[in-house]
């Protein structure tokens, strides 16, 4: 079997787990119903793509780390430990790796872009504004805009799944992996921005350099990219992020990540640290469950 | 794993390559395409929303005869979904360097200006532009046309390809104006005619605004106090001419004795009832020695003043016939908008025909007191009672009507003014107007004051049409049925600052550009203010207890509106058209009471949107605070003004003031309703506001 079958085979296999669980469309639904809700209360969808998107980016770096550690937590680990039979296809442990990644990347893309479309599409019928008495034209604004934005929210997911994923091979329970699971989310959603805000207020980052150290907080790099590509262009005011920085962070992210899967899945080098590891979150675990 | 499916996947890994393949390329496209390579084509000028030129210049303009054709600029913002039309190039460079600008519009995505190469232009004696008389011609030589030719639609050409003449005798009613022109060598030729010189784009952005802006307004306030103070010190003097005529010694009737008094002395009117009417031509005072009453009867005008300095002091008056203008006046403002951007005196002809028609309806009637053709009058300490009007003012520049009360028609469908001024700048102060139409109602006065007068239950209290420069302060008004103080017709740089008005339809509604409105309080009324003004700022008013606070009208998000006090109005602030306005300057805001987050001592740092479900019911609806606290709703306040030339209808404050700006108001009034929320800063809000 080539390199690539494997690899087809595995992500095939993982892509027709998200389509088999319910829940998980349950939870496209459910993202949609949020996104309602949100541009319902903000009023981005008359506005037009730019500003939807304005509206959509705070919700979105909540919600898309949440998915993407729904999908990741348990890729690897977990009571019903997937990885034996895994372990026993006849591929390398990169095809393996990539295999269950991007099969998992799809249905993430598919279950956070799915409602991002549906979006895109109201505003297609209902955004911009329209007048009798005045000419009306639409600006910066334009549908690519919010494709743009669509993307940036998946390789943002694509960079989070990675992380869940790393987490997930380095604990041996289920609840060890809830938590390491958890633990990804905090540091995503709030630990990256928090660092930030701690090294500026110290003066350990320096004013100049603020825009590229953000990038190594995943959705610091995610918001600034949106706001740079997104927003920017219609207020002509660049200086959000710099991009290369969070270009590169994020792929940092996603390397280290997906690097740690690679190194960490068949158990062997790293046995010590990662019993050691994964006692020390099963007993938080355990300690939060009392 | 079985070998038959074997080609299965096979097919599927190569399908799946693929796509990945395509799905990065596609997503490294989206950011390497660049969005701003179309420019969009101009449109006619009628479909812009326009800036720049007074409603009664439009009118002038489209009247006349002369093919006239002042400079236009259009312009299609990134963020604005209209398309705005300035007349004047230097209007555009002015109100592009306003501060906000482009944070409420973005960026300019196309520019056009008017095209004046090829097309015959000429100036007329006042330096307005003519260009070629028929249309048809004008198509045939217009060598830059970009798109339609009907009434100026064509004829554009992109602002960075255009050269422009500045400092030749070009005009426009607001000043001196900068010619564009397609090629130079047009350019040239008009420098050849009417002087000027040649720059580009670049420079002409550069080039001072011919107008004061909105900031300057402020400034100006003093002056024209001071200016107004000046006219009445000269008018008081008229009062202390020396006697020469006695009536009822000297002469049997008032009449009489005007006519054998010398000019420029005073006729003394001993305490008595004159049953007469009373006409006078020449330079007199008429001064009452006692409760002296002049009775018309009955039937038209009781008092006619036609002579330059003439002063009327301390008499009575009544007796006035029962004409008025009728139902086209009394109906005609009451329910449209006349001044808004659908106004239209199309069916007129001919160069101030629309003028005439105005005066036809309004300077018509029975009145108290006719002032035609004097100037520098003055009416002093007089009763006036009155079914039809007090006292219209007629071409009659400089006069100044003080310390008299006009007692009108109860009903005010049968009555007229307490005071017409047309074409009569002046002084009109600390007088009173009971009932019937406008306590004032000004027409082309130019830079009038009203001061300090008090008006109750009239149609209006003060009503400005086709009137700039107007200083309207101190007054007091109650009762009016339609407004406070009314101002219609797009006029520019008037002042209100300083009244009182409760009990009214509508307190406030000013129109026009580069207005002031401040320091206002406006209680119990249906609506507080209604802002049509753009490039204006309302600022440091109290807006309290009225069903409607402040609702903006102007399509175009350029005024200035902060620190005002917003309490117990049942809702602070509706929209009737437009896009997101930001209400916030400078870093600070408004006082709005309901507004709620953690403060640094001045402002509130979350952002409150009085137009929003939430946080419009924050004063009023237990329960709101906590909904307003949720998460999902405080997250997407946020980035509410990121793009507010995208946002429809909304108003938001991203500072809020946590304590009242006027506390001197609230603490008179003793209200407890406003209790600061300043504290977890340290220490109590109004004093770190106010103490330094």
Known sequence: MSRFQGFGAVAWREVRTVVRTRSYLLLSVGLLAVFAGTLRAGGGIEGGYIPTAVDLLLPLELLVPLVAVALGYRAFGGENDDRPVLLSYPVSKGSLVAGVYVGRLIGLAGIIGGPLLAVGAAVSRIGGAESRVFATHQGADSPVLFVRFLALTVCFGAVVLAMAMAASVLVRTSRAALAAGLAVLVVVVAGGDLLAFLGLTADAIGEDVLGTVLGASPNSAYRGLVLESVVGVATDQGGAIDVSAAVAGLAGWLVVS???????????????????????????????DR | MSAES????????????????????????????????ATPEPVDFDETVSVGLTLEDELRLDNSDADIELPKVQTFYSQYPYVVGYYGVESFAAEQRQP??????????????????????????????????????????????????????????????????????????????????????AAEAFVESYGGEIVGWEAVLEVPAGDDDAEAVRGRIADRHAEANATVDSRTRLRDRPVETVVGEDEPTVQSAIEAAPPNTTVLVPEGTYREHVDVDKPLTLRADGDARIVGNDNGTVV???????????????????????????????TGNVGGASHDHGDTVGDDSWDADVEDDYAQGDTAI??????????????IHTDAAGIILYASPGSVVR?????????????HMGIVAMRSPGVIENSTFVGGLDGVYTHRSEGIAVRGNEMIDNRMGIHLMFTSGALLTDNAMSGQETAGIYVMTGPQRNAIVGNEIRDTETAISVGGTDSYVAENVVTENDLGVRIEATASIVERNVVADNRNGIEAWALLPTNRVTHNDFVDNRRHVSVSSGRLRVWTHDGEGNYWEGAIGPTDGTVIQRPYTPTAPVDGRLHQVDGAATLARAPALDALAGFQGAVPGMRADEVIDVAPLCAPVNDEWFE?????????????GGGSAAQTRYDD
């Open chain 2, 668 to 680: 008179a009034t003793e209200r407890t309703d406003t209790e600061p929320i300043c504290r977890s």
């Open chain 2, 100 to 185: 906000a600008h482009e944070q409420r519009f973005g960026f300019p995505n196309a520019i056009y200006v008017t095209d004046y190469a090829g097309r015959d232009v000429e100036l007329t004696e006042t330096g307005l532009p003519v260009t070629g008389n028929s249309t048809a011609e004008r198509t045939a030589t217009g060598g830059h046309n970009h798109g339609g030719t009907a009434g100026g639609s064509g004829n554009w050409v992109l602002a960075e390809e255009a050269v422009y003449v500045v400092d030749s005798e070009a005009r426009t009613p607001s000043g001196e104006t900068v010619m564009p022109f397609g090629d130079r060598e």
């Open chain 1, 258 to 288: 997906l690097g740690a899967v690679v190194v960490g899945i068949d158990r062997e080098p790293f046995a010590g640290i990662r019993t050691g590891i994964g006692e020390l979150t099963g007993r938080v675990a355990g300690a939060l």
């Open chain 2, 403 to 415: 310390g008299t009360t006009v007692v009108g028609s109860e009903n005010y469908r049968e009555g």
């Open chain 2, 370 to 383: 006719e002032v035609t053709n004097a100037e520098d009058v003055l009416v002093d300490e007089t009763e």
């Open chain 2, 304 to 334: 006619t003043i036609t002579a330059n300095r003439t002063a009327f002091v301390g008499l009575n008056v009544s007796g006035v016939g029962g004409s008025t203008p009728g139902p086209t006046v009394t109906d005609g403002h009451s």
């Open chain 2, 6 to 37: 074997q080609p299965r996947i096979e097919t599927r890994t190569v399908t799946a390559v693929s796509i990945l393949v395509l799905v990065v390329g596609l997503v490294a496209g989206l950011f390497i395409v660049d969005l701003g390579s």
